[in-house]
Structures are given as structure tokens and as C-alpha cells.
Antibody, heavy 118, light 110 residues
């Protein structure tokens, strides 16, 4: 079975940093683009970032570009999101997702909660 | 600033049919936007329903269908059930590697 399990969330002060992980299993991780999306409390889903199979391409939503870095370790089947200069508006549940092409984000993790507050 | 538009809320009777739409502030939705649809409860993982306009994701009942409707993408639920009451999001590819969700539609079944 395909599984995606996020970790690394928690409470952090504004301006701080956090690194999220998404451990995957049940599929050939290195063959897929991977993604992060988030959902702030009481708000809708927001696409955050994508990374290509070999990390040669990375894309970000404008609101996080320059502060967040998506990366992956294909040997460990793990996706990461390094979040720096965190702001209150980054407070959200962060989900990782697998992208299979043609608009098909077919598997998602349960998410990890990031709270940015003093 | 590109915005993906969805109806904020919709209501359907049990057994009824409802069509939710997904538009683009900058023009028409096309196959190049790879429209996809997700069902989601806050705090839970999104559930992929439809991708590439009208391809049903594995395990999704055939009462969920996707289509193009004029200049928008559409999700139709036929024979609505109580457990279809949820939030529904569309997502579009808007170019230069960027994807964008709509604001979501809260569907009530009553």
C-alpha cells in the first residue's frame, strides 16, 4: 500500500524555522514528482510547492518563495520542506502528496500541524 | 493575479444531482489546466476524485464525474448521499510550474 506520513510540525515563534518530513513507502519514490499543500485553520487548501524526481525543478507559491525550500532524499524515500522566516499566516496543517502526472495528485498524507505564534 | 473560482456553497437533496464548477479569473479553463477535484474534511487527507478533467481516481464511485462546462471545469455528483456532505476543491495548473486550488465549495445534503 502507498503510504505518506508527515512529521516535524509543532509550535514555533515568528521568524523561526521548522523542517517537515514526509516518509513514503509502497511505491518507487524516485519516479514521482512530489508536493506540499497546506490548509490554514478555517481556510481552504493551498498548493505550496512541487519538486521533480531528480530535484532539477522546484516550484513554489509566491507567498513562500524565498522562505521555504522543498527537497527530497530518494535513497530514503523522504520528502522535506524547510521553512524559514515563519509568519503567523504560515500556521496550517501541511500535507505531502504524490503527483502522477496529468493533474493527478493521487495520494496524500494525513498532515502535520505547524503553529507560528509567540 | 490569477484566481480559481468556485461556488462557496451548494445544497442538494438526497438522491439528487448537483454540478459544481471551477473557473479561472484570467479566462477559460482548458485541458491544459489539467483540472482535478478533491473531497476534503479539515484535518484529514484530501481525497482525489477526478483528474485531467474527467478521469476518475481509483476507487471513486461512478456517481462522481468530471467534465468541461462552457469555459469552466465541472464536478457532477449524481444520486447524492449523506456522506457526500463535505468540502470540494478544484485545482488547476496555471503555468510556469504553479498549481492553484479554488476556494472550495461546501456541499450540504439535505
Amino acid at each position: 500500500d502507498v503510504q505518506l506520513v508527515e512529521s516535524g510540525g509543532g509550535l514555533v515563534q515568528p521568524g523561526g524555522s521548522l523542517r517537515l518530513s514526509c516518509e513514503t513507502s509502497g511505491f518507487s519514490f524516485s519516479n514521482y514528482w512530489m508536493s506540499w499543500v497546506r490548509q490554514a485553520p478555517g481556510k481552504g487548501l493551498e498548493w505550496v510547492a512541487n519538486v521533480k524526481r531528480d530535484e532539477s525543478e522546484k516550484y513554489y507559491v509566491d507567498s513562500v518563495r524565498g522562505r521555504f525550500t522543498i527537497s527530497r532524499d530518494n535513497a530514503r524515500n523522504t520528502l522535506f520542506l524547510q521553512m524559514d522566516s515563519l509568519r503567523a499566516e504560515d500556521t496550517a496543517v501541511y500535507h505531502c502528496g504524490r503527483y502522477s502526472g496529468s493533474g493527478n495528485y493521487d495520494y496524500w498524507g494525513q498532515g502535520t500541524l505547524v503553529t507560528v505564534s509567540s | 493575479q490569477t484566481v480559481v473560482t468556485q461556488e462557496p456553497s451548494f445544497s442538494v437533496s438526497p438522491g439528487g444531482t448537483v454540478t459544481l464548477t471551477c473557473g479561472l479569473s484570467s479566462g477559460s479553463v482548458s485541458t491544459n489546466n489539467y483540472p482535478s477535484w478533491y473531497q476534503q474534511t479539515p484535518g484529514q487527507a484530501p481525497r482525489t476524485l477526478i483528474y485531467n478533467t474527467n478521469s476518475r481516481s481509483s476507487g471513486v464511485p461512478d456517481r462522481f464525474s468530471g467534465s468541461s462546462l462552457g469555459n469552466k471545469a465541472a464536478l457532477t455528483i449524481t444520486g447524492a448521499q449523506a456522506d457526500d456532505e463535505s468540502d470540494y476543491y478544484c485545482m488547476l495548473y496555471v503555468g510556469r510550474g504553479i498549481w492553484m486550488f479554488g476556494g472550495g465549495t461546501t456541499l450540504t445534503v439535505l
